[in-house]
């Protein structure tokens, strides 16, 4: 029986592991590196861009919203918008619900 807790004890040499754990570390944080530069940075910029655009809505402006409504700007305030989808028809949106700025002239060839 001591004759093969020894031939297992002979084969737990440290020489090896050690070296694996760093290569282990290496590469995880390389993952990381290429989650940020392919998910998270890109996705912030598409939320500060969104941002930007949000902020220098004006009347006049023709945009679309999530749902999918196109629309010119006929009021803007601080958290809304009021849109006029057809002649005299106007609603109001949530600002963020905007998700595209058109050229002007889209709403007529709509």
Do not use: C, H, N, W
């Not at 809505?57 to 023709?62: K, M, R, S, Y």
């Not at 009021?75 to 057809?86: A, C, P, Y």
């Amino acid at each position: 029986m001591s004759l093969l807790i020894s031939d297992a004890l002979a084969q737990g040499t440290g020489g090896g592991a050690l070296g694996g754990g760093y290569s282990q570390i290496v590469i995880l944080v390389a993952l990381v590196a290429v989650f940020y530069f392919l998910l998270i940075r890109p996705q912030q910029k598409r939320m500060k861009d969104q941002q930007t655009m949000i902020s220098r809505l004006a009347t006049g402006d023709e945009v679309v919203t999530t749902g999918g409504i196109l629309g010119r700007i006929t009021e803007v305030g601080d958290s809304f918008i009021t849109l006029e989808i057809s002649d005299g028809v106007r609603v109001k949106v949530q600002k963020a619900q905007v998700t595209q700025l058109v050229p002007k002239g889209t709403l007529k060839s709509a």
